[in-house]
């Protein structure tokens, strides 16, 4: 059975590496939302689209902003949000911008009814967070590896995400954790509700990743979910 997917992304950030057309064409993340269409066309049965160019949501209430993104969430069971250099504008409130509110509908229990009239309602989505590689073809942006451990460590730099997506990234209740020798506090294990993969490592193997985001999904009691931008 296929998989109904929503990705949220910001359609219109150009800091990313070039993936499509020739090499003096600017690219966006969008043309990364393509890419994934042509990945998953086989796998699942829908791909539905984040914001459009130009949307503005700054002069909309709670409940028109639902009205425009309920169809394009409420049938889906995987939400994926595109993490891109610029995706997150600093000088706008998180409320004023389209991701946080889809992330945090793609989080909510919805009730509708069905075609029989029937009250139904949805699960909190399965999530994964792809990470964009930059202009210079990095990720070091948000995430990168240092060995003052001795094992060695993966970092993700959430404080520059919107607060809910930070919120629900190391939110397991019980944390298998140790300290770092800098001081830093390192996880173990699935540690997020939203978890993060590189772009690269992702398209090598995106069932893997995308089953991992359904395993984590029936064990959401074991993670303390933030719903509200």
Same mark, same amino acid.
């Given at each position: 059975m296929g998989r109904k997917i929503f990705i949220s992304y910001k359609y219109g950030d150009t800091d990313v $590496?070039?993936?499509?057309? !020739?090499?003096? !064409?600017? $690219?966006?993340?969008?043309?990364?939302?393509?890419?994934? %269409?042509?990945? /998953?066309?086989?796998k699942s049965e829908h &791909?539905?689209?984040g914001e459009s160019e130009g949307e503005d949501l700054s002069h909309l209430s709670d409940e028109a902003i639902w009205n425009q993104l309920k169809d394009r969430i409420r049938d889906s069971s995987l939400t994926i949000v595109l993490i891109s250099k610029n995706?997150?504008?600093i000088f706008v409130a998180d409320r004023e911008q389209w991701i946080p509110w889809e992330i945090s509908y793609s989080l909510k229990e919805v009730s509708r009814k069905n075609s029989s009239g029937q009250s139904i309602t #949805?699960?909190?989505n399965a999530m994964l967070a792809i990470v964009i590689p930059d202009r210079s073809n990095d990720y070091s942006y948000y995430t990168y590896n240092? #060995?003052?451990?001795? @094992?060695?460590?993966?970092? /993700? +730099?959430?404080y520059k995400l919107f607060d809910i997506i930070k919120a629900n990234m190391f939110n397991i209740k019980t944390p298998n954790? #140790?300290?770092? *020798?800098?001081?830093?506090?390192?996880?173990?294990? !699935? @540690? @997020?509700y939203i978890i993060s993969v590189k772009w690269? +490592?992702?398209? #090598?193997?995106?069932?893997?990743?995308?089953?991992?985001?359904? %395993? &984590?999904?029936? *064990?959401? +009691? /074991?993670y303390k979910i933030c719903k509200e931008v």
């Open positions: $590496n070039h993936i499509v057309g !020739e090499w003096y !064409e600017t $690219n966006r993340v969008r043309d990364y939302v393509d890419k994934l %269409e042509e990945y /998953l066309k086989d &791909i539905y689209k995706m997150k504008d #949805s699960k909190t240092k #060995s003052c451990c001795d @094992s060695g460590c993966r970092v /993700l +730099d959430t954790t #140790s300290d770092c *020798n800098d001081g830093s506090k390192v996880y173990y294990g !699935e @540690s @997020s690269d +490592d992702f398209i #090598s193997t995106p069932e893997y990743y995308i089953d991992k985001a359904y %395993e &984590i999904q029936d *064990n959401i +009691d /074991l």
